[in-house]
């Protein structure tokens, strides 16, 4: 009788393991750095512009889903908050010299598909939802040798962000040991990340490309 628990526990442990290996969801966390980018659209109030890529973070937590038993395609939802990093440089119609770096804190929910070419390795593709919670500009105009820096909040000073954008992606993950993996992939966000304020903005286009470390439970 002594040894009863001692194997109640045992197979409870067996079933309760079994039961992970066999559950089509599994969960998940990862987290790295991105390289935004924004694209400033032809203007004519803004010639001679230069878009630089700014370097941010990102991290969250994901759910796999499984298909049949052997199949190559997997499904994964995330939830992940982004911290984008952009530059612009240009001269405008008064030939002042500009320079302005925007920050964008962005909460994102990818929906993807992912084809297993290999166990180790999947090559993903989908759409994602993402919201933006905060962004700032920091400005830098130098005319005449005087410079001038002015910082906005693009939300509450002028309210020109951008409360949700579609998106779309495309990647690769490769599977190291076990749960623990490394990813890539590369965001391209639909439409101006700023409303149009006059009828001569610019739209500013935002794409990423990030770079992490996960593992799956």
Known sequence: MKKFPVLLLALSSSALTYAQERSPLRFGVKAGGNLSHIGLSDNSAFPGNKNAFGFGAYGGGLLEISGP????????????FSYHNAKQKYTNSNLVK????TDLAQISVPIMIKYFVIPQLSFNAGGSVNFNVASRTKTESVSEGNTVTTTINNKSDIDRLQTVQVGALVGATYYIHKGFFVDARYNYYFGSM???????DPSYRLSAIQ?????KF
């Open 69 to 80: 038993a052997g199949s190559k395609f997997k499904g994964q939802v995330e939830a992940l």
């Open 211 to 215: 770079l992490g470390v996960g593992y």
């Open 98 to 101: 500009m320079t302005a770096k």
């Open 194 to 200: 700023f409303k149009e304020i006059k009828n001569n």
